[in-house]
């Protein structure tokens, strides 16, 4: 007699930076998310449909790293979309990075204490430790704080333990059978996809405040034969932050576009003719209704 399935809904929770989305990608076998060294990256969920036949399927919710500012309205957006996950769950995925804790953590649990879910804890980063004999200590201290269901130590760059992790989030899932077609991978369309690998380089390109203040909506989405035409649309606070993203002679965004197409390209198995604009909506990171026009808050 074969195993029953088993199906459910897991929250990928924590502070900013420490390795959800990498670790939703290691999960999915692929890229969903993208990432960067710069925390608020992920601003939206992102559902990962992860099936694995005879055993069941999984459907990953990335979220925007939970955190402490609260003076403006595109983090208390990000907050509120990570939290509003929670209440809609059957696990809770909760990734913290070895050998720290910080008070950014300390929210995130009290989230999770609130919203009553059970939590598999993720603990990441263990390659990064500068020596293995801290993590038990650390992993004794993590369990006196709360009654989770299970602390796996991962590293979701590498890939170490991950398949521990996802056995041990399938055993604590509700049986029942799929709610997804086994070959689909999202929820999400390809035109969101094109904005967030779009987003990605930018993110990556551009250093200190300019990230937070960019934002990509994509105009037209079409096919075209076997290729896809995309135009992207580059939402700025400022003018001057348009001639930073330009750059002399627009090389700057030509060149992060360039790199974007070609990631688009691998992503969407053909190729993509992408065109770019900037324009600028003031102050759109801190209006509220600027914000549902672009699509946050969209939980």
């Given at each position: 007699?074969?195993?029953?399935?088993?199906?459910?809904?897991?929250?990928?929770?924590?502070?900013?930076?420490?390795?959800?989305?990498?670790?939703?990608?290691?999960?999915?076998?692929?890229?969903?998310?993208?990432?960067?060294?710069?925390?608020?990256?992920?601003?939206?969920?992102?559902?990962?449909?992860?099936?694995?036949?005879?055993?069941?399927?999984?459907?990953?919710?990335?979220?925007?790293?939970?955190?402490?500012?609260?003076?403006?309205?595109?983090?208390?957006?990000?907050?509120?979309?990570?939290?509003?996950?929670?209440?809609?769950?059957?696990?809770?995925?909760?990734?913290?990075?070895?050998?720290?804790?910080?008070?950014?953590?300390?929210?995130?649990?009290?989230?999770?204490?609130?919203?009553?879910?059970?939590?598999?804890?993720?603990?990441?980063?263990?390659?990064r430790?500068?020596?293995?004999?801290?993590?038990?200590?650390?992993?004794?201290?993590?369990?006196?704080?709360?009654?989770?269901?299970?602390?796996?130590?991962?590293?979701?760059?590498?890939?170490?333990?991950?398949?521990?992790?996802?056995?041990?989030?399938?055993?604590?899932?509700?049986?029942?059978?799929?709610?997804?077609?086994?070959?689909?991978?999202?929820?999400?369309?390809?035109?969101?996809?094109?904005?967030?690998l779009?987003?990605?380089?930018?993110?990556r390109?551009?250093?200190?405040?300019?990230?937070?203040?960019?934002?990509?909506?994509?105009?037209?989405?079409?096919?075209?034969?076997?290729?896809?035409?995309i135009?992207a649309?580059?939402?700025?606070?400022?003018?001057a932050?348009?001639?930073?993203?330009?750059?002399?002679?627009?090389?700057?965004?030509?060149?992060?576009?360039?790199?974007?197409?070609?990631?688009?390209?691998?992503?969407?198995?053909?190729?993509?003719?992408?065109?770019?604009?900037?324009?600028?909506?003031?102050?759109?990171?801190?209006?509220?209704?600027?914000?549902?026009?672009?699509?946050?808050?969209?939980?």
């Amino acid at each position: 007699m074969s195993e029953p399935l088993h199906c459910g809904y897991v929250a990928i929770v924590g502070r900013p930076n420490v390795g959800k989305s990498t670790l939703l990608n290691r999960l999915m076998g692929q890229k969903l998310a993208i990432t960067a060294h710069k925390a608020q990256t992920t601003r939206h969920h992102i559902l990962g449909v992860k099936t694995r036949p005879r055993e069941g399927q999984i459907l990953y919710v990335d979220t925007p790293g939970i955190h402490e500012r609260q003076d403006h309205a595109l983090n208390r957006c990000l907050n509120r979309t990570a939290r509003s996950v929670l209440e809609g769950v059957d696990l809770a995925l909760f990734v913290v990075e070895a050998g720290r804790w910080t008070r950014e953590d300390e929210r995130v649990l009290q989230d999770l204490r609130r919203a009553a879910v059970p939590t598999i804890v993720a603990v990441n980063k263990i390659d990064r430790l500068p020596r293995r004999d801290v993590l038990l200590p650390y992993l004794a201290e993590l369990d006196g704080r709360y009654d989770f269901a299970a602390l796996v130590p991962v590293s979701a760059r590498k890939g170490d333990q991950v398949e521990d992790l996802e056995r041990a989030v399938l055993q604590r899932l509700p049986e029942g059978g799929p709610q997804f077609p086994e070959d689909q991978l999202s929820d999400r369309p390809e035109s969101f996809f094109a904005a967030e690998l779009l987003r990605e380089q930018l993110t990556r390109r551009y250093d200190a405040e300019l990230p937070y203040r960019l934002s990509v909506e994509i105009e037209r989405f079409r096919e075209e034969g076997n290729r896809y035409r995309i135009d992207a649309l580059v939402w700025v606070e400022r003018p001057a932050q348009k001639a930073i993203l330009l750059g002399k002679g627009g090389r700057s965004m030509k060149a992060a576009a360039s790199r974007a197409r070609r990631e688009m390209e691998r992503f969407f198995g053909r190729k993509v003719h992408l065109e770019v604009w900037i324009k600028v909506r003031k102050s759109w990171s801190s209006d509220e209704r600027a914000l549902a026009d672009l699509g946050y808050g969209d939980v």
